[in-house]
């Protein structure tokens, strides 16, 4: 694959070099903003050379890294193909739990010793070496806790700020002017950073004004022309961060806050810069609820103005008009993303969606009468109080859509089981992750795919469900966990990170992941910011 925009640096003429690694598979990296705007930002510093490194792609790969005998060198920066070892700072941008054993399997693979303390033990000796492992992200942001003991330094909430005043003090540090405890303690004073050797008071960083965040206006784009990759090849522009909505299951409504919005200027000005870079056919809106944006529908006409296709994330229910779909329609947007939720009202206002099925099935049946067809769907199962009939809901609700006269198949059902996240109304609702309740979510969707599948015009996204609520638990304990639980995933990686595997875990330790969620029911927190 040819990689259009790539920024390559001599490192001749830096101060230090930076590993901006995703922790998964190349395509879902560059599928991310956060990836984009900070290679985009750590490179307008002159002095700085970040490149990208990414999961290798190479089929499945072996848990531990030790029994995986591929190359060692088939990790390596994509600009200068530079081994992680070799860069100064390694940071790893973290946007799910289930990408854990991934950071531990990379620096395994690049033989940088998991834990900080080992690292530290190592480099006492004065003859060895590592890069800085340092991190964030919206998991990092609800809980750094089951991390900490792999990091040496974690960004709590927005890093455009603190990033700059953490590489003022690395610098500092790279011309012996600072020895490392010396650098840690500078950085522990820097709002949202948090080092988990101090383990500092920390207080989430928040940028004000979303006009003071960069947008990267120079992005890379994979000049493939492949289906799947398609998404790597459009211009990404964050145009609202958080949500004003506050729904209680959702992490961006929480940890994002305050709601902000870009300014139309900035928006506007950053597209036009971005057309005189790159080449790109499509432009692709990011934020929680793109739809709240003031200028919403003039952004989107000015895209279409312009000669681009346009692409949004699931758009909230009752923002949807025949304007917009109209709209959508000139913008060539194929499908439409909803995300209801449930099929009860009572538990979807209770979520804090305060939208009616009446008003879902009008903006169903307004979509059915456009160019647009299809639509995607998202459910949670799994939520706090939800009983059979809320599952008889969905299946009522999607029966009724069935019947709107959509084509067959257009209708994709997405369902996922709630998985609480710290620091969110929700973060105590474990009750079906207790292995006692766990068989009830798997008969939800067992009777969810039996009332479902023979519907004509419905899809269903979900396969294997057994592995799927399976999953889902080993992702809340992660979401919830605390240092215990660091010693669990440490094991579980070693062992060979399967789900099979965790039983084995548990014995070790003799600790009871049940137990622990059900500590968490009572109101134990591992972690509060």
Known sequence: MIYENSIVKDWRKI??????????????????????????????????????????????????????????NEIRSLENKVLPRDFDILGFSLHFENDFK??????????????????????????????????????????????????????????????????????????????????LDKASNIEGIFIPSIS?????????????SPTPIFQPIASSRKEESIFEQNFLI????????????????????PFRNRSYENIISSIQKGMEYSNFETVSLIGSC???????????????????????????IDHLSQELIELFEKAEIKTITIAPETGSESLRYNLGKKISNEKILSILTLIRDSHIKNVKFYFLIGLPDEKEEHIDEIIDLLKTADNLGFNKNSLRVNVNPFVPKLNTPYEKEVF????????????????????????????????????????????????????RISDILLSYYNYGATLGVLKKTENEFKFSLNQYLLKIKECYTPWIT
């Open 290 to 316: 793109v739809s709240s944006h003031p200028r919403f529908k003039q952004i989107c006409e000015y895209i279409i103005d312009n000669g681009k296709k346009l692409t949004i994330p699931s758009i909230r």
């Open 238 to 257: 964050e145009i609202n961060r958080g949500c004003p909505y506050k729904c209680k299951f959702c992490i961006s409504s929480f940890h994002n806050s």
């Open 15 to 72: 101060d230090f070099s930076f590993g901006l690694i995703y922790p998964n598979i190349y395509k879902l990296g560059m599928s991310s903003y956060s990836i984009r705007l900070l290679y985009y930002l750590i490179n307008t510093y002159e002095n700085i050379a970040c490149e990208r490194i990414f999961f290798p792609e190479i089929g499945k790969l072996k848990f531990p890294a030790s029994k995986d005998f591929s190359s060692k």
């Open 102 to 183: 991934n950071i531990l399997w990379i620096l395994e693979k690049s033989e940088i010793p998991l834990t900080f303390k080992e690292r530290q033990r190592i480099m006492s000796n004065g003859k060895t070496e590592f890069p800085l492992i340092i991190g964030g992200g919206p998991v990092i942001t609800s809980n750094p806790i089951p991390m900490a003991i792999f990091f040496d330094i974690l960004f709590i909430g927005d890093a455009e700020q603190s990033l700059k005043l953490f590489f003022e003090e690395f610098l500092l540090y790279r011309n012996k002017e600072l020895n490392f405890r010396e650098l």
């Open 432 to 483: 079906f992750y207790l292995k006692e309740n766990m068989n009830i979510l798997i008969k939800k969707y067992q009777k969810l795919e039996r009332e479902l599948k023979t519907l004509n015009t419905i899809k269903l996204k979900f396969r294997n469900y057994k592995s799927i609520v399976k999953n889902a638990r080993l992702q809340t304990i992660l979401s919830l966990g605390n240092q």
């Open 200 to 212: 500092n008071k920390v207080r989430r960083d928040i940028i004000n004004n979303l006009d003071n």
